[in-house]
Each structure stands twice: as structure tokens, then as C-alpha cells.
């Protein structure tokens, strides 16, 4: 199984990744250590990554592909990994499916963990406290100033690969503010079922809109010339005047109002 831990600094990819490894058995890769273990042993890409990442800023995308490039090849990383913290931009996500593409392999899942950025300030202030509390030295870039630049970083480059990685069907999203033991058990039940590919639009029909059904036509009344519409009305108010004379005159042989019969 190869998956992809997606999601702003301090969400608890980290955590996560632990579980992951320890139900599945796969190796767990995280470009953030790995730099960092660069910085520490003096290697040439530490020394060219060193300023970045104490500012908070993301590595270059060739330096991050070459690092990631050469771990995946590893015969641990051969039967399943989870890659933490890589890719953060589209360019590096088109690198990653190039390199596994070349290898015969294919991701599997991408675990995108939702988190209000307001709850991760709060969730680095405490472990800064923790850190310091145990008497640990803190990571240099374990301020609410560069976490700042961080998330901002995160939202301008790394938050478009969740449209990528959901056009190709392997996205899975839960909602990384539930409690630990919680989000555990939602990636557990993502990763149980199949995501379906997103659908793709339909297509416009090339045939002609059908023309709407029209009742039959009724003929129009048919015009009828101005002087032989005056001569109709006369002869229809003329009956009507000698109909309404007619109703008006006493029936023959009745009375009148002086008693006489009329003749």
C-alpha cells in the first residue's frame, strides 16, 4: 500500500503515520526528517536547504524529488510506504506519479486530514510548551511566527493538490479537528472502500433542439368590407326593435284596462 498523509503543519499527519505504520507495515516517509537529517550530517543538499526551512519556506521542488526519488527506491520502501510531508505542489505530485509510474507502481490513497488553522496555532503553541516543559530542544522553525508562513505557504501551494489528487480518484478527506484515537478510526474506514473516480461532465448533444409541438392553427375569421358590416348591424338592431314590439302589444282577445274585450 502506498499512501500520501495530506495537510496543513500540525494536523497530525505524524501521529497518524505511526498507526499506519504499525497496522500495515509500511515504512514511513518524511521528507521533514529526512531534510532535517541532511541539515544535521552536513550534506550538500543540507547545506542548500538549511535557510529555507529555518524560514519556514518550502524546499526547492528538485531538491525535495531528488531526496524522495532515491528513498522510494530503497528495498524497505518496495513493499508500502506513507510519504509525509511530499509532495506540497502540484509539480512535485507530477514527479511523484512520473517516478512511480517508471517503477510499475501507483499511489493508492491520499489521506487529506480537514483542520481549522486557528486550532493548529494552538496545537504548536502546546507542543512548543510540552518540548520545552521536557526539557527538549525545539525544532527551529517551532514559532507561531514562521507557522504562519507555513500555513500560508500550504494554503498558496500545497492546498490545489486535493483538486488533484480528487480528479484521480484516490482522494480520502476526514476530519482531522476529532479526537486522535477518532480520525484513526475514519482513515481506517477510508481506506476500507473504493473511492470512485470523479464523474465527468456530460457531454453536449450535436443534434439540433427539437422544435417545440404547436396545437392545430385555427383559420382567422375573415374580414368582413365596412359597408356590409353597417348594413348587417342595422338589420340585426332593426329585428331587435321589432321583437322587443311584439312582446310589448296584449295577446288578441284579451282585456284592455277599461274592461273591453279586444277584437
Known amino acids: 500500500m502506498r499512501l500520501i498523509l495530506l495537510g496543513p503543519p500540525g494536523a497530525g499527519k505524524g501521529t497518524q503515520a505511526q498507526h499506519l505504520v504499525a497496522k500495515y507495515g509500511l515504512v514511513q516517509l518524511s521528507t521533514g526528517d529526512m531534510l532535517r537529517a541532511a541539515v544535521k550530517a552536513g550534506t550538500p543538499l543540507g547545506h542548500q536547504v538549511e535557510d529555507i526551512m529555518a524560514r519556514g519556506e518550502l524546499c526547492p521542488d528538485d531538491a525535495v524529488v531528488a531526496i524522495v526519488g532515491e528513498r522510494i527506491a530503497q528495498p524497505d520502501a518496495r513493499k508500502g510506504f506513507i510519504l509525509d510531508g511530499f509532495p506540497r505542489t502540484v509539480a512535485q505530485a507530477e514527479a511523484l506519479d512520473r517516478m512511480l509510474a517508471a517503477q510499475g507502481l501507483a499511489l493508492d ?12 496555532i494552538k496545537r504548536i503553541e502546546n507542543r512548543i510548551a510540552e518540548t520545552t516543559a521536557r526539557g527538549h530542544e525545539l525544532r527551529r522553525d517551532d514559532n507561531p511566527q514562521v507557522l504562519h508562513r507555513r500555513l500560508e505557504a500550504y494554503r ?40 470512485k473516480a470523479a464523474k465527468r461532465p456530460a457531454r453536449p448533444s450535436k443534434r439540433p433542439a427539437a422544435r417545440p409541438r404547436l396545437g392545430k392553427k385555427s383559420k382567422p375569421a375573415k374580414a368582413i368590407p365596412a359597408g356590409k358590416a353597417s348594413r348587417a348591424s342595422r338589420k340585426r338592431r332593426a329585428a331587435g326593435v321589432a321583437k322587443r314590439r311584439a312582446s310589448s302589444r296584449p295577446a288578441r282577445g284579451s282585456r284592455t284596462k277599461a274592461g273591453r274585450r279586444r277584437l
Open 156 to 195: 498558496r501551494q500545497t492546498a490545489p493538490l486535493i483538486s488533484y489528487y480528487r480528479r484521480r480518484g484516490v482522494l480520502r478527506t476526514v476530519d482531522g479537528m476529532a479526537p486522535i484515537t477518532a480520525v484513526t478510526a475514519q482513515i481506517d474506514a477510508a481506506l476500507s472502500k473504493p473511492v
Open 109 to 120: 490513497a491520499v489521506i487529506e486530514l480537514r483542520v481549522d488553522e486557528a486550532v493548529l
